[in-house]
């Protein structure tokens, strides 16, 4: 799993020598700290201004280990969200692990998914860039997204919940719930505020409502007239 080099950590007392890592280790050592190196670039910087010297001097290599991995910087971006989106799916399944019903599910994976951001601020920017700069990546992105909440919510609507959506509703509530976070991920590029992930209204706010929206009735039947 994509581990994330830049994290800091506090200093370990001294303990028994581990032993030496492999080639292929050290390899993947260095690959993960372009990834991430190349997603804080990014997110300072923009994909225009990601040049591979920058990239290659925040993950502390030279600038020709670059080319062992990628074969250009468009190579590197265009894995570059699917592997970021791996860490952060990754993060996210660890904190909704044992929930016990949808809306705990969703309660827990949004305050990690604010958790995330907060922790990981270039997130955001990289998410938009990749529309800009490599359609296909950004539309698998959300197509394995939509993918991923319509199993969720088939498995809480098999185990009862959900009852005021019909089977063939759940991929479009799968799509409105991923497109309020987009929304709230928009929001974390400092449009809306300093830095609104970290406010806690923010989550309550929405959880308010989503507990009300998966739990609720269904809308009485519409007495607009159609529209001729």
Same mark, same amino acid.
Do not use: C
């Given at each position: 799993?994509? /581990? ?8 370990? /007392? ?13 390899? +993947? ?13 990014i997110?300072?910087?923009? %994909? $225009? *201004? ?17 080319? +062992? ?30 929930? *016990? ?14 958790? %995330?951001l ?5 997130? $955001?920017?990289?998410v938009n #860039?990749t ?11 959300? #197509? ?20 005021? %959506? ?11 719930? +991923? ?11 400092g ?11 923010? =989550?309550?706010? %929405?959880? /308010?409502?989503?507990?009300? =929206? ?15």
């Amino acid at each position: 799993m994509l /581990k994330d080099p830049m994290t800091r950590t506090r200093p370990k /007392k001294p303990g028994p020598r581990k032993p030496r890592l492999s080639r292929a280790q050290k390899s +993947l050592i260095t690959e993960q700290a372009l990834i991430f190196a190349a997603a804080e670039v990014i997110g300072e910087h923009g %994909y $225009a *201004g990601a040049s591979v010297a920058r990239i290659t001097e925040r993950a502390g290599v030279a600038q020709g280990t670059f080319y +062992l991995y990628f074969d250009s910087r468009q190579n590197l971006f265009d894995q570059l969200l699917a592997r970021i989106d791996e860490h952060a799916l990754a993060f996210i399944a660890k904190r909704v692990a044992g929930s *016990g019903s949808i809306v705990a599910l969703e309660e827990r994976g949004f305050r990690a998914y604010l958790d %995330y951001l907060a922790r990981h601020p270039w997130y $955001a920017r990289l998410v938009n #860039e990749t529309a800009a700069f490599s359609s296909h990546s950004f539309r698998q992105f959300w #197509e394995r997204h939509i993918a991923n909440y319509v199993r969720v919510l088939t498995r809480a609507k098999a185990a009862g919940e959900l009852a005021a %959506y019909g089977e063939g509703e759940l991929e479009a509530l799968a799509k409105i719930l +991923l497109a309020m976070r987009s929304f709230l991920l928009d929001s974390t590029s400092g449009v809306f505020g300093d830095n609104p992930a970290a406010d806690q209204s923010l =989550a309550d706010t %929405y959880l /308010k409502f989503l507990h009300s =929206a998966l739990n609720g009735a269904p809308p009485p039947p519409s007495t607009q007239d159609p529209v001729s």
